[in-house]
């Protein structure tokens, strides 16, 4: 049984960080690329940030410089740290993992509100 379980969202005041966690299991961690997504009411699920299985990464423009994501195989854990939030930032954050080689499987988390707000 597959399961991506994200944790660490919260409420934080605008320029504060939050540092979020996703824990796989029931999957062959590395080998899959691991992202985060979120949705903000009334829009798209948008691509906020990807890593490869080898660590290479990508960011979606409006997060470059604030937020990083990383992943410790290790732990079957991937990780979004997210600095100098902005009340656009607001949304449930989810976990995704995608495994790109045959046979291709993609796989979501139930999601973490974040809310920056004053």
């Known amino acids: 049984q597959v399961q991506l379980v994200e944790s660490g969202g919260g409420l934080v005041q605008p320029g504060g960080s939050l540092r979020l966690s996703c824990a796989a299991s029931?999957?062959?961690?590395?080998?899959?690329?691991m992202g985060w997504y979120r949705q903000a009411p009334g829009k798209q699920r948008e691509l906020v940030a990807r890593?490869?299985?080898?660590?290479?990464?990508n960011y979606a423009d409006s997060v470059k410089g604030r937020f990083t994501i990383s992943r410790d195989n290790a732990k079957n854990t991937m990780y979004l740290q997210m600095n100098s939030l902005q009340p656009e930032d607001t949304a449930v954050y989810y976990c995704?993992?995608?495994?790109?080689?045959?046979?291709?499987?993609?796989?979501w988390g139930q999601g973490t509100q974040v809310t920056v707000s004053s």
């Open positions: 890593i490869t299985s080898g660590g290479v990464t």
């Open positions: 995704n993992a995608d495994r790109l080689i045959s046979p291709v499987l993609n796989y």
């Open positions: 029931g999957i062959i961690f590395r080998s899959y690329r």
